[in-house]
């Protein structure tokens, strides 16, 4: 009871008063973004967040082994119940002399059975009916699917130095291919500025690259189109509508200001065809020379923070994360003929974040950081292989993948690293670096980290150890990349922060292409493309 009644309490402490929402911390936050430069109040502000996430963590932790303690106390209560009226000579030598009425008797063990179950069924509502109550990794449950398809890579290919076909690169995991970035540029000055163009359309999806042409979608209002640029002199080669089909919807989605529109999600690239998906749900595919292939309506999405899930390409097959407070799945289309070949439903609630594509026991696997499961589909058939119970809340952060294992976070909740496959586990969790829209990138040494807070942090990658940490004046949309052993870490104000990719903290350059940006770079033979908030920029050493 004592248990019972401090759990609760703190159950309504942390519902009334979240630490993370403390008019304290709130005030400070309003103090520094009147005066952002100010190196010492930036610093006040990140030790007073380290503070309330500490006392966060800490109240969760105190009530999860609290709901332990409940159901171990109900098992002791059950057992020494049994021992006061066990029939056993020995054990009632033990005790104080019961007069040996048969019916009183009969009538005390009926009124036992009945006590001692009402303590143990409260004791386990106490403990898994309220737990849900609070925004928790929990438990880890998993789900494994024996079945295996054809041999393919064990391990995940290299990248090409050539393209770049989706978000954050080939498989979607942050990593580049190729060496002789530059690291060194000036947008207000020309410095290293090999050209920049203005983007017909607004939007923030990032540029994707096949061979010498990059790919890129605008929209305005209900116009909707995907560009195709020489990579080489930055002319429009081509615009394709997002919704000149039989079907397209017509309709803008009811979202929150800050969803950033309808051109939000990148589009995906192969040898045969580029495709591009809207934030209405409109999807097409194009030939590289503009020939419009095919186009679908999925359902307009619902939902709160708009639809922004980027697309990943496996062989010849589309896949599409869509998430929708009516449709939940992962769907797979064939490139050239948009076929549906399959769908999969999954459970929990719509997130933000994109898939990405990992290698685990000879099968390609789609790896989607839901809320609240990680869940890995096999990429040829779209079957269930594994499912873990992640992180939940406003999940907008994609995952990382190595070798060894998939990240994922959400913001001011935890960052989970997760050995994948059948009977998938948390290998590590921590909560001190939390990114929210940034999504970190993974190497087999060192996982990479940008926030909303303005931190960079390196953590080793098979463990919860931060190797090295630092923190910028400007917060982190654009999700980190490494190439040619740097780590590229793009800030909102459009200024690039080069790090060495090693285990020390060594800053080589700081640059800016003079205007304000949220979408991720891409890299291509030695240049660096970035999309602004007005243009796009090819950035070159050459």
């Given at each position: 009871?004592?248990?019972?009644?401090?759990?609760?309490?703190?159950?309504?402490?942390?519902?009334?008063?979240?630490?993370?929402?403390?008019?304290?911390?709130?005030?400070?936050?309003?103090?520094?973004?009147?005066?952002?430069?100010?190196?010492?109040?930036?610093?006040?502000?990140?030790?007073?967040?380290?503070?309330?996430?500490?006392?966060?963590?800490?109240?969760?932790?105190?009530?999860?082994?609290?709901?332990?303690?409940?159901?171990?106390?109900?098992?002791?209560?059950?057992?020494?119940?049994?021992?006061?009226?066990?029939?056993?000579?020995?054990?009632?030598?033990?005790?104080?002399?019961?007069?040996?009425?048969?019916?009183?008797?009969?009538?005390?063990?009926?009124?036992?059975?009945?006590?001692?179950?009402?303590?143990?069924?409260?004791?386990?509502?106490?403990?898994?009916?309220?737990?849900?109550?609070?925004?928790?990794?929990?438990?880890?449950?998993?789900?494994?699917?024996?079945?295996?398809?054809?041999?393919?890579?064990?391990?995940?290919?290299?990248?090409?130095?050539?393209?770049?076909?989706?978000?954050?690169?080939?498989?979607?995991?942050?990593?580049?291919?190729?060496?002789?970035?530059?690291?060194?540029?000036?947008?207000?000055?020309?410095?290293?500025?090999?050209?920049?163009?203005?983007?017909?359309?607004?939007?923030?999806?990032?540029?994707?690259?096949?061979?010498?042409?990059?790919?890129?979608?605008?929209?305005?209002?209900?116009?909707?189109?995907?560009?195709?640029?020489?990579?080489?002199?930055?002319?429009?080669?081509?615009?394709?509508?997002?919704?000149?089909?039989?079907?397209?919807?017509?309709?803008?989605?009811?979202?929150?200001?800050?969803?950033?529109?309808?051109?939000?999600?990148?589009?995906?690239?192969?040898?045969?065809?580029?495709?591009?998906?809207?934030?209405?749900?409109?999807?097409?595919?194009?030939?590289?020379?503009?020939?419009?292939?095919?186009?679908?309506?999925?359902?307009?999405?619902?939902?709160?923070?708009?639809?922004?899930?980027?697309?990943?390409?496996?062989?010849?097959?589309?896949?599409?994360?869509?998430?929708?407070?009516?449709?939940?799945?992962?769907?797979?289309?064939?490139?050239?003929?948009?076929?549906?070949?399959?769908?999969?439903?999954?459970?929990?609630?719509?997130v933000n974040s994109s898939p990405a594509l990992g290698y685990f026991n000879g099968i390609p696997q789609v790896v989607i950081n839901g809320s609240p499961e990680v869940t890995a589909f096999n990429a040829t058939n779209g079957k269930e292989l594994w499912s873990i119970q992640g992180v939940v809340n406003d999940v907008a952060v994609s995952p990382a993948i190595n070798n060894q294992f998939v990240y994922v976070s959400s913001n001011y909740e935890a960052l989970l690293a997760i050995k994948p496959g059948p009977g998938p586990s948390i290998a590590w969790s921590d909560n001190t670096y939390t990114p929210d829209v940034s999504s970190p990138a993974a190497t087999d040494e060192f996982l990479f980290v940008s926030d909303g807070t303005g931190a960079i942090v390196c953590y080793k990658a098979d463990s919860k150890e931060i190797l090295w940490e630092n923190?910028?004046?400007?917060?982190?949309?654009?999700?980190?990349?490494?190439?040619?052993?740097?780590?590229?870490?793009?800030?909102?104000?459009?200024?690039?922060?080069?790090?060495?990719?090693?285990?020390?903290?060594?800053?080589?350059?700081?640059?800016?292409?003079?205007?304000?940006?949220?979408?991720?770079?891409?890299?291509?033979?030695?240049?660096?493309?970035?999309?602004?908030?007005?243009?796009?920029?090819?950035?070159?050493?050459?």
């Open positions: 009871m004592v248990i019972a009644f401090t759990m609760i309490m703190s159950l309504i402490q942390l519902k009334t008063s979240d630490p993370l929402e403390s008019p304290a911390l709130t005030a400070v936050k309003d103090m520094f973004d009147k005066d952002p430069d100010n190196a010492d109040k930036a610093e006040y502000v990140r030790s007073l967040d380290l503070i309330a996430r500490k006392a966060y963590f800490t109240a969760r932790w105190q009530l999860e082994t609290g709901s332990y303690l409940l159901v171990a106390g109900a098992v002791l209560f059950v057992f020494f119940q049994w021992l006061v009226t066990s029939g056993d000579k020995t054990i009632r030598g033990k005790l104080p002399p019961k007069p040996e009425l048969a019916d009183e008797k009969k009538r005390n063990q009926k009124y036992l059975v009945i006590s001692a179950s009402a303590v143990f069924l409260l004791a386990i509502i106490s403990s898994f009916v309220l737990r849900p109550l609070l925004p928790a990794p929990g438990e880890v449950t998993s789900r494994a699917e024996k079945a295996k398809t054809g041999k393919v890579a064990d391990k995940i290919p290299l990248p090409g130095d050539v393209n770049f076909p989706s978000f954050r690169g080939e498989g979607s995991r942050g990593i580049a291919g190729g060496e002789g970035y530059p690291t060194e540029w000036d947008g207000n000055s020309g410095k290293n500025i090999k050209w920049k163009v203005p983007v017909p359309k607004f939007g923030k999806s990032s540029p994707i690259i096949w061979g010498d042409k990059i790919f890129l979608t605008g929209a305005e209002g209900n116009m909707l189109e995907i560009y195709c640029f020489d990579k080489n002199t930055g002319n429009i080669l081509w615009t394709g509508s997002g919704s000149d089909f039989p079907g397209a919807a017509e309709q803008t989605p009811e979202t929150e200001a800050e969803a950033g529109g309808m051109a939000v999600c990148t589009p995906a690239v192969n040898k045969d065809a580029v495709c591009a998906i809207f934030s209405n749900g409109n999807l097409v595919s194009y030939t590289h020379d503009g020939k419009l292939l095919w186009g679908t309506n999925l359902g307009v999405p619902e939902h709160t923070y708009g639809y922004s899930s980027s697309l990943i390409i496996y062989e010849d097959i589309l896949i599409v994360q869509y998430d929708s407070d009516k449709r939940l799945s992962v769907i797979g289309f064939d490139v050239k003929t948009g076929k549906q070949l399959w769908e999969t439903s999954r459970r929990g609630r719509p923190y910028f004046n400007s917060s982190f949309y654009a999700s980190p990349i490494v190439a040619g052993g740097m780590v590229y870490f793009l800030d909102r104000d459009g200024v690039m922060h080069v790090v060495k990719a090693s285990a020390t903290y060594e800053l080589v350059s700081e640059s800016s292409i003079g205007e304000d940006t949220d979408s991720t770079p891409a890299f291509s033979e030695k240049k660096i493309y970035i999309r602004g908030e007005k243009n796009l920029y090819c950035i070159s050493a050459d």
